[in-house]
């Protein structure tokens, strides 16, 4: 089957912790495990059933989606405040950055199919809840904001489990496919969520709009309670039982601190969540009070952006980009700034040029994260999965909270549309810097044999 990667991290120049070599996985009795060449070669019965866990998060992305749909609307149309929206973001991102390396550690010791569905359970708990005080009419922005924090927390545990369960199940030729199914069930998400949403909320009362998400949550854990996930194990694995989570923590932050790659790809998220997620914030208010749009008009644009991350997936799951992985990731950035930059541009009479840049930038992010996801996946050994994706949604949103407060300086100062330009040129300084540099372009190349170094 074909392999990745030249960039395999080498003994003498990266972490020396743990060897692919060593990787053994847990797997059902049902399912037949091939070993060629280095490489592990995975039954179609684990693939079919990854596909069903897949399914079911469907269910589960579009429903949270809606939650936190009307959840913004709600607080941009209760507030108008650039503040509460930004406030609203950090809360969501602060628990990923706090969390997330611990989630990881735990995740890497705990069974990845239990974590889900706690973590899906509880997300529905907490909407319960929420519902429930809209329903009496005692809800507050506090709650919201609480209700928010938690979500988030679960969805520290949730995602890198998730993640790491990919790669024991998907052969590593299709990692980039699956990783834009991923995206498309983003993107098929964020077309659902926002036209979904805006029609229940101008037919239903508020608690049963974010209801909706429990019904869903319940589709996400039903596969889940029947189909087993295998757990991956090393010798190095058995000999730190007995380390502290902290010490697991510490490895994931070492292993991308001595992969060279891995550092570029940190930096790069990184710089990438300092441009977006200010962006996607501000994105209500740039509609109420630029376009003087409403929840409709917020709709659109969220779901053209859902209908780009959806053809975007479903491009990468179909063609699975070029043979050199970082190549579709920098070419789909490079892409995305220049789109975000026409939303930047669009005059306040013409949203509709605001919609066609945001779709476009909806087609690169599938492209881009997805090849990225893949290039980790495809090289970092199993058993550390966990730790190294949490290191990668932490020290990412990280620099949110410096992002949303030169975002709110500028918005303030010279109008929410100098983010948007601003945006566009940081995306397009690290598309530029990572083509040019050689070893980075060749992270995660398939090859056209097996072939490990």
């Known amino acids: 089957m074909a392999l990745l990667s030249k960039n395999v991290v080498k003994p ?27 490489t592990s070669v995975l039954g179609n019965n684990q693939l079919k059933d990854y596909m069903k866990i897949f399914g079911g998060q469907a269910f589960s992305l579009v429903g949270s989606a809606l939650v936190q749909f009307a959840l913004v609307w709600w607080l941009t149309y209760t507030t108008g405040s650039v503040l509460v929206l930004s406030l609203a973001t950090m809360i969501v991102v602060l628990p990923q950055v706090l969390v997330s390396p611990f989630a990881g550690a735990l995740v890497d010791r705990w069974s990845r199919r239990n974590v889900m569905i706690v973590s899906d359970t509880l997300s529905a708990v ?72 805006a029609l229940l909320l101008a037919l239903l009362p508020m608690q049963f709009v974010i209801a909706v998400d429990i019904g869903t949550a319940a589709m996400a854990v039903l596969p889940l309670l029947m189909i087993r996930i295998p757990q991956p194990t090393s010798q190095a694995e058995v000999e730190s039982k007995t380390s502290s989570v902290i010490e697991d923590i510490k490895e994931g932050f070492s292993y991308m601190k001595n992969w060279t790659g891995g550092r570029f790809i940190t930096i790069a998220l990184m710089l990438t969540n300092v441009v977006l997620i200010p962006t996607f914030a501000l994105t209500p208010l740039l509609v109420l009070l630029h376009f003087s749009g409403g929840a409709f008009e917020l709709a659109w644009i969220e779901s053209a952006m859902g209908i780009g991350m959806l053809l975007g997936g479903v491009l990468l799951g179909v063609w699975g980009g070029f043979r050199r992985r970082m190549l579709t990731a920098l070419v789909a950035l490079l892409a995305a700034s220049v789109s975000i930059s026409v939303v930047g541009l669009a005059p ?49 949103p990280a620099m949110t909270p410096v992002g949303l407060g030169v975002a709110g300086a500028i ?36 090859e056209s044999e097996p072939k490990m170094e």
């Not at 003498?12 to 060897?19: H, L, V």
């Not at 609480?146 to 998907?170: D, E, K, N, Y």
């Not at 909806?362 to 730790?387: C, D, E, F, K, W």
Request: aromatic letters at 8%.
């Open 12 to 38: 003498d120049s990266g972490p020396q912790t743990k060897n692919l070599d060593n990787i053994v996985v847990q797997v059902p009795e049902s399912v037949i495990v091939e070993k060629s060449s280095g």
């Open 411 to 446: 918005a303030e100062s010279f109008g929410i549309q100098a983010w948007y330009l601003l945006g566009g040129i940081v995306l397009a300084i690290i598309g530029i810097f990572g083509g040019s540099n050689k070893p980075i372009m060749t992270l995660g190349e398939i």
């Open 126 to 197: 907490v909407v319960a809840g929420l519902s429930f005080l809209w329903a009496i009419g005692a809800i507050q922005i506090a709650y919201v904001f609480m209700a928010m924090a938690v979500r988030s927390t679960l969805g520290s545990f949730q995602w890198p489990a998730l993640q790491a369960s990919a790669s024991l199940m998907v052969p590593k030729e299709h990692l980039s496919r699956v990783n834009g199914m991923y995206q498309a069930l983003s993107g098929l998400a964020r077309i659902a969520a926002p036209a979904l949403g």
């Open 348 to 396: 306040a009479n013409m949203i509709l040029v605001a919609v066609v840049g945001m779709f476009v930038a909806g087609l690169m992010i599938p492209l881009a994260t997805g090849s990225i996801m893949a290039v980790v996946q495809s090289i970092v050994p199993p058993n550390i999965q966990g730790r190294v994706f949490t290191v990668l949604i932490s020290l990412g």
